[in-house]
């Protein structure tokens, strides 16, 4: 394989792995809201407490993500 495809490779799975970010943010920002309408219990406040740390977690990753996306996609314009 040359350099062009294995670059183009390593685009694809960041938009990939970007779009899966997303929709974990998405699903998981919206499972904590939800607690917040259930019964009050200590492990109602556990889980949100999880809940938002995971939500950092993938917060990191996805900022990660997107600043190595932006390398590939302006190193390629800047060849150009």
């Known amino acids: 394989m040359n350099n062009d495809k294995i670059e183009e490779c390593r685009i ?6 970007r779009q899966l970010l997303v929709t974990l943010l998405t699903v998981l920002s919206g499972g904590i809201v939800g607690l917040f309408f259930t ?3 200590i492990t109602k406040y556990f889980f949100i ?3 938002v740390f995971f939500l950092y977690v993938f917060g990191v990753e996805f900022h990660k993500n997107n600043v190595e996306l ?3 996609l302006y190193k390629r314009r800047a060849k150009q």
């Open 12 to 17: 694809q799975n960041c938009f990939l792995l």
């Open 39 to 41: 019964q009050s219990s």
């Open 49 to 51: 407490m999880l809940g």
């Open 70 to 72: 932006n390398g590939y």
